[in-house]
């Protein structure tokens, strides 16, 4: 049972605000390494390839965060367990300012742990202490407002601080680490929403669907993978083109993939048809022809290309996650629901994780082909998983019994948030007439 605290509360109508910075804080220490990437090419001999692998290895953190972060929220309670995950943030990016080889890949992974159970926690703790009288939908916006903010922040703070202030590959991290105990200051008069009392349990419906399998598992790798390939792979191919300002061309790219993304999930919505796969297709050609874009801007070495790709494949990252989380949403039926346990969501959103190994595979594979060449590979790929799922998109349509989801209420960490924000509203068509 969590304990009540003793200190007076701030006004009710602003206990979000401190939850929504933790949401922010803990996204700006997941993608502050975009932008140290760059420094540690320009200043170490670090390989393309353990930099990437670096990138990588905090999807060895963050999915355990995703899967434990529900049940951790609902059995030791929200507070608890972000404020922990705080502190663990905030000491990873202290090891990542002592700048050596093993010390950035610990921090990388504990990163990652702590953010996959904020992500969880942390948006669900912000739209409970919103209040009965605002609405779900607002409370799900300003968590992903908060959570995109703290990505495109992350890149871009970053950048700025290693582009001109001394230590830059110290310095970044600590200032993270000032945050995240600002931020713990902020919340430690928070209120607890859900007492731990939970056992946890699964609720894991959606993951079982055929429509799952062909609708929605083709497109997830797409989500991050996009992501990162305007972010993380691109900017460094025209870096010579932008000399003495990569970290802050790095970080700024990274801001507007982020915000693109942002931008781009509200439409997801309109898109969002209960007969059809529409939403997932148009969102998948969105990427397609931004790894297109991509490939042309490595092959002309174009700055200008990096920017007009970064902002294609930044709307089709936010396209793939809010229509892949309207198909979810569908297929989860609201009488089964459970406290505790991985839900469908935080599955779903692991498996848009396999898109962090994306550097990781090109940086793999880059002695074999060139990056336009792989770019390219990687767009026809997109096609075949496009194919599939456009010869499912009207099959495996959810029964009646997924067609009357429960109303979110307390004590529940249903949704995962991770990269850009939690599931957004739902379709107002009717799914049965």
Do not use: K
């Not at 300012?97 to 504990?110: I, N």
């Not at 460094?236 to 990569?246: I, K, M, S």
């Not at 200008?304 to 996650?321: R, S």
């Amino acid at each position: 049972m969590v304990s009540s605290n003793d200190m007076p509360a701030p006004h009710p109508t602003r206990h979000w605000l401190p939850a929504a910075a933790a949401v922010a804080v803990a996204a700006w220490g997941a993608n502050q390494f975009t932008a140290l990437a760059t420094v540690y090419r320009a200043r170490t001999d670090w390989s393309a390839l353990s930099l990437a692998a670096m990138f990588s290895v905090y999807l060895l953190g963050l999915l355990p965060g995703l899967l434990l972060g529900g049940p951790a929220a609902d059995r030791y309670g929200r507070r608890r367990t972000v404020r922990g995950a705080l502190g663990l943030s905030a000491a990873a990016s202290v090891l990542l300012a002592l700048g050596d080889e093993p010390s950035v890949y610990a921090a990388r992974l504990g990163t990652g742990f702590a953010a996959g159970l904020v992500f969880l926690a942390g948006t669900t703790w912000l739209r409970e202490l919103s209040g009965p009288e605002v609405p779900p939908e607002d409370g799900a916006r300003r968590a992903m407002y908060a959570t995109g903010t703290g990505f495109a922040a992350g890149a871009l703070v970053s950048g700025v601080i290693a582009e001109w202030l001394p230590g830059p590959m110290a310095l970044p991290g600590l200032a993270h680490a000032l945050g995240c105990l600002l931020v713990l200051r902020a919340t430690r008069r928070l209120p607890e929403t859900a007492p731990g009392c939970c056992a946890p349990r699964h609720h894991t419906a959606a993951v079982r669907h055929p429509r799952f399998r062909y609708v929605v598992l083709p497109a997830s790798p797409a989500v991050l993978g996009a992501a990162t390939v305007a972010y993380v792979v691109l900017p460094p191919l025209v870096a010579d083109r932008v000399p003495g300002y990569a970290p802050l061309f790095s970080g700024l790219v990274a801001a507007l993939t982020l915000t693109a993304g942002v931008v781009a999930q509200p439409f997801a919505a309109r898109l969002d048809d209960a007969d059809s796969a529409r939403a997932t297709l148009t969102a998948m050609a969105t990427v397609i022809a931004g790894l297109l874009l991509g490939s042309l801007a490595a092959a002309h070495d174009s700055v200008g290309l990096v920017v007009a790709a970064a902002v294609v494949l930044g709307t089709g990252y936010g396209l793939t996650l809010g229509a892949g989380l309207h198909e979810v949403e569908r297929l989860s039926p609201g009488r089964t629901a459970r406290p505790g346990g991985p839900t469908s969501a935080s599955l779903y959103q692991s498996t848009t994780s396999s898109g962090f190994l994306t550097p990781l595979l090109l940086a793999g594979t880059a002695g074999h082909a060139s990056y336009p060449a792989l770019l390219a590979g990687m767009a026809a790929v997109g096609l075949l998983c496009l194919a599939v799922t456009a010869a499912h998109s009207r099959r495996h349509l959810p029964g009646p019994e997924h067609l009357h989801p429960a109303p979110a209420g307390r004590g529940r960490s249903e949704d995962a948030s991770v990269q850009s924000g939690p599931t957004p509203p739902r379709s107002r068509r009717r799914w049965a007439e």
